[in-house]
């Protein structure tokens, strides 16, 4: 008897549906393997790309021997500093930091007082409380940090309930923000290496200022599409480890061994100036600092002005052929590219002295706000924001390198603090005139020029009378 090699393949229990059943989920599983071996390869490709941005961000703080005096780790922490700030603004922008410019001029008169509200702690109190506790900056500025955190949490609270402690709680925030500006900037000069300037150095601080910008801005955004409430809780977290690294700064930070005032004499014998009243204040000032803080006025007196008049001119009288927003973006784009070119300059090894660069600056910022005044187009209000951004970032790199620069450390402190509220001050000026005057382009632009110019021969005549006591 004989076999049968070629008797058929006995049916499949389960059914043909089974075989198709069963190589669809062979499919759904390669497909899910091939999947995760992408999301796997991205998240290596992003993990690489940020540690190799890292890497770059270290070098460039650590440059110059940065590394070795320890303010490598200042430009660090400023990064840091920065990038909570702006989550805390992302998440609070349509509230408290908003700027209403479609409300009555009235409303907005208001919003320029209130910017002003920190500016009343800052100059009498905080100021002369950081000068008298300088041999505890690390904690000075660690104190600043910590308060914002816990406002922050509070914040993202308030925030979705809609809570009277909302104002109150972003006001402490902007008071714990200022303070820690002014006890930073006094901190410089105990960390500066020999190899560069103290303009240099305050560059760096702002380029990895813009570094965090970007970066927690972006993490706020994304995470504000969710809820105010936890880009919110993301600038505490962020804030709590700018607290730890505020803390581990170098001792030297603390320390004003070695350090000498204009004349070479040791911080902890010069004589302290005369600081009481408000002019016997700026009389006592070097010439070289009042003349840089008067032309620097003038550049917040520019940027007041053109955010508040260009802002009703465009939406009253927008430029025919353009779009008011187009045109306010253009502006402000070109606003923050000058702002960021300002600090690549500034960031130079070797720069001019600081008064020389400020007016040079200046001078270029009031040529562009003359030609605006004659040559109205969407180009000319592009120049004038570049040259705007430009100004007013160099002119407050030079302002606090002289600072730290011939103030003595004793009242170093409370000198920036007079001198960020006398700034703040002029800005709510320019926004004022902005608001005050008809919407006319040349009437605008040529009188904010002419301001400019007065503050400039201020500044001369103030450097002039210095020079001859």
């Known amino acids: 008897m004989t076999t049968n090699d070629h008797s058929p393949t006995p049916p499949n229990p389960a059914g043909p549906g089974a075989r198709s059943t069963s190589g669809m989920r062979q499919r759904v599983t390669d497909a899910g393997r091939t999947v995760g071996r992408g ?10 790309g940020g540690r190799a941005a890292g890497r770059r961000f270290r070098s460039f703080a650590s440059a110059d021997g940065a590394a070795d005096t320890g303010l490598a780790r200042l430009t660090e922490l400023h990064a840091v500093n920065v990038a909570a700030d702006a989550a805390l603004t992302v998440s609070l922008a349509g509230t408290v930091f908003a700027l209403p410019t ?39 500025l660690g104190t600043t940090l910590a308060t914002r955190a816990f406002l922050a949490w509070v914040l993202a609270s308030a925030v979705v309930e809609d809570s009277a402690w909302l104002f109150p709680a972003a006001l402490g ?18 960390l500066l290496p020999d190899g560069i300037t103290l303009v240099t150095a305050n560059a760096r601080l702002n380029i990895a200022g813009l570094v965090g910008m970007a970066l927690g801005g972006g993490l706020a955004g994304a995470l504000s599409r969710i809820g105010p409430d936890w ?35 040791p911080v902890s014998e010069a004589p302290l100036p005369t600081l009481e009243g408000g002019s016997r204040r700026l009389r006592a000032l070097p010439p070289l600092v009042r003349f840089t803080l008067w032309v620097t006025c003038g ?35 070109a606003a923050g590219a000058g702002n960021a070119l300002g600090s690549v300059i500034g960031n130079r090894r070797r720069t001019p002295p600081p008064e020389r660069m400020a007016t040079a600056i200046a001078l270029v910022a009031l040529s562009a706000a003359l030609a605006t005044s004659i040559l109205y187009s969407v180009w000319a209000l592009v120049l004038l924001g570049l040259a705007t951004g430009l100004f007013g970032q160099l002119a407050k790199l030079c302002l606090d390198a002289l600072i730290q620069r011939d103030i003595a450390d004793d009242v170093r402190a409370r000198v920036f603090s007079w001198s960020e509220t006398i700034l703040q001050g002029f800005w709510v000026l320019g926004g004022a005139i902005g608001i005050a005057i008809p919407l006319r382009p040349g009437l605008g632009f040529g009188l904010v020029a002419v301001v400019v110019a007065l503050l400039g021969a201020v500044a001369i005549r103030s450097r002039h009378l210095g020079s001859g006591r």
């Open 173 to 190: 925030c902007l008071v714990a923000s200022r303070s820690y500006a002014v006890a930073r900037a006094a901190a410089v000069p105990r």
């Open 102 to 140: 479609d409300e009555a001029r009235s409303r907005v008169a208001l919003f320029l007082v209130l910017t002003m509200a920190p500016f009343v702690l800052l100059a009498p109190l905080i100021g002369p409380l950081l000068d008298r506790f300088r041999h505890g900056r690390r904690w000075a």
């Open 39 to 48: 999301g796997r390869a991205g998240i290596r490709a992003v993990g690489t």
């Open 231 to 265: 880009s919110l809780r993301l600038a505490f977290a962020i804030y709590v480890s700018a607290t730890v690294l505020a803390i581990r700064l170098p001792a030297r930070v603390d320390s004003t061994t070695g350090e000498v005032d204009v004349d070479g004499i």
């Open 299 to 333: 550049a917040r007196v520019l940027s007041g002005f053109l955010t508040l008049f260009l802002a009703f001119l465009m939406r009253e009288h927008p430029i025919p052929g353009w779009s008011g927003p187009v045109v306010l973006a253009l502006v402000a784009g």
